[in-house]
């Protein structure tokens, strides 16, 4: 079955730190992939997205993402975390255009001072 | 980016009544909405797929006679949860597809059935 999975439902850093926040994906076939933040009882932010060309992806707040077909990963990543990082991360998948989008589990990132 | 409103965004109702949630893109057209239910400290769960002019498409393990997708326009989706139980209660999403891969969030709307 196709899903999204994130590893890890609770990630704590330091402020200054590197976040890294991992998904991994299963298709044999490359989906169209997302990050998603979600602040407490708001709806969903995108932070970044790739659908085709290149795998390294900017997104919004200094996060980015690589897309690594041969490993099905797509690992969210920030150099320097900051306090206002603090939130709940949804890795998320399109396995074709104007199809539904599936949600991982969901990551939540602690920042500690 | 594009702006999905999604009203009210809480709602108290007593159990055995009927309970009405839109969402709206505001400034697109979305041939495609998508509603999803949220647990609390849990993922997003895909309830349906709604098309403009059509009838939704449910996941499994939804109750469409409960939970009742309109979607009559291309900016305005609703979601009526029928007959409301306290099993109900949760916090509901929803999602506007702009495009074909971009998807914009409604705020959400916390139904809580006393």
């Known amino acids: 079955a196709q899903s999204v999975t994130q590893l890890g439902s609770h990630v704590s850093v330091s402020e200054g730190a590197l976040v890294l926040l991992r998904c991994n994906y299963s298709?044999?076939?490359?989906?169209?992939l997302f990050w998603y933040v979600q602040y407490p009882n708001q709806g969903l932010q995108l932070l970044l997205k790739?659908?085709?060309?290149?795998?390294l992806v900017k997104g919004i707040n200094g996060f980015e993402a690589e897309f690594k077909k041969s490993e099905t990963s797509f690992h969210l990543t920030k150099p320097s975390a900051h306090m206002s990082d603090a939130a709940e991360y949804f890795c998320?998948?399109?396995?074709?255009?104007?199809?539904?989008?599936?949600f991982g589990s969901g990551t939540r990132l602690s920042i500690r001072p | 980016g594009a702006v999905v409103s999604q009203h009210p965004s809480w709602v108290i109702c007593k159990s055995g009544t009927s309970v009405k949630i839109e969402c709206r893109s505001l400034?697109?057209?979305?041939?495609?909405m998508f509603w999803y239910r949220q647990f609390p400290k849990q993922s997003l769960m895909l309830m349906a797929t709604?098309?403009?002019?059509?009838?939704?498409?449910?996941e499994q393990g939804v109750e469409k006679d409960k939970f009742l997708i309109n979607h009559a326009s291309l900016t305005l989706s609703t979601l009526t949860v029928t007959s409301a139980h306290p099993e109900d209660s949760s916090f509901y999403i929803c999602?506007?597809?702009?495009?074909?891969?971009?998807?914009?969030f409604g705020q959400g709307t916390r139904l809580t059935v006393v």
């Open positions: 999602s506007a597809l702009m495009e074909t891969t971009e998807a914009f």
């Open positions: 298709s044999s076939v490359p989906p169209y």
């Open positions: 790739y659908t085709t060309g290149a795998t």
């Open positions: 998320a998948v399109m396995y074709s255009s104007a199809s539904k989008i599936i």
């Open positions: 400034d697109f057209q979305a041939t495609t």
């Open positions: 709604s098309n403009e002019g059509s009838k939704a498409t449910y």
